[in-house]
């Protein structure tokens, strides 16, 4: 069983800058850039053969709303036949068709959720699938039991109360300590969102949220949050709002650590 890597190119729910429909092609740069190599912490080399496969980008051109909901959720169906697979995004609002699609599989699944932002809106700009609301469309359809939010530090009225509406258990960046000993005893989809990072470590994002997570902050998750991952993305990249390509190769680092821990959960001994 390999871990498939499956790019979504979509930023037009975006509700201030455009610029994430270019992310995957700047991570995959990222990726095999010469500058380093596909090892990974836990000593799996993803330059070995079989571990993962590229399975390219979701044609999502010119598809808005629903369509590119429909679009997206058709590109994973056949990567999850596959294996585990981690999408790249992409604004955030591709994560509503990934997480529904994988439920499918996993029932039960509970979504760990690294952000800035709660993305909890009922409505951005009176537009549903906005990057803003993913998570508000995934827990009043049902299809989501629990929603842990990790380095939340824009929490205003309407989203606290929506918070509380859906059950969501959020872990701000005043108490991160505890995301540290975070458990789950069902299958676990992680979606990243780079603005959780600092903008210090991160500034190629369209949201800079200072007072945010470490790079190695978000590596120690990745790697040791306890339960079995079963499915990730990680979106919000902007390259135009980058620097020298940091942002980019930090999410490529990222991208090959939940690779490693995709792979070893495919198969948890
Ligand atoms: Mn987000
Ligand atoms: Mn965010």
């Known amino acids: ?41 836990c000593g799996l080399d993803l330059g070995d053969t079989g571990l993962w496969r590229d399975a390219g980008d979701a044609p999502l051109a010119g598809l808005a709303g629903q369509a590119a ?30 997480i529904a699609t994988t439920v499918e599989r996993w029932p039960g699944l509970s979504v760990l959720h690294l952000d800035a932002h709660p993305d909890l809106y009922d409505d951005m700009q009176g537009n549903p699938f906005s990057h803003a609301s993913p998570f508000a469309r995934l827990l009043e359809s049902g299809a989501v039991s629990r929603l842990v939010q990790v380095g939340i530090r824009t929490l205003n009225r309407h989203q606290a109360e929506q918070a509380e509406r859906f059950g969501v258990d959020i872990i701000p960046m005043r108490e991160i300590e505890r995301a540290h000993t975070l458990s789950f005893d069902t299958p676990v989809y992680l979606s990243l969102d780079l603005d959780v990072l600092d903008p210090a470590f991160a500034p190629g994002v369209s949201h800079h949220e200072p007072g945010g997570l470490s790079t190695r902050d978000v590596i120690r998750l990745i790697q040791r949050v306890k339960g079995r991952v079963v499915g990730a993305d990680l979106v919000e990249l902007n390259p135009t709002r980058d620097l020298n390509g940091v942002t980019a190769m930090t999410a490529a680092k990222l991208a090959k650590e939940l690779i490693a821990r995709l792979h070893r959960d495919a198969d948890p001994r």
Do not use: F, K
């Not at 429909?70 to 068709?97: E, K, N, R, Y």
């Open 1 to 41: 069983m390999s871990v498939q890597l499956l790019g979504l190119p979509q930023d037009n729910n975006s509700s201030y800058l455009a610029g994430p429909a270019a992310a995957p092609a700047a991570i995959r740069d990222a990726l095999h850039c010469d500058s380093s190599n596909l090892s990974t912490e």
């Open 69 to 98: 909901y429909d679009g997206i959720a058709a590109a994973l169906i056949p990567c999850l036949d596959a294996g585990p697979t981690l999408a790249l995004g992409g604004d955030h609002s591709v994560s509503w068709p990934c």
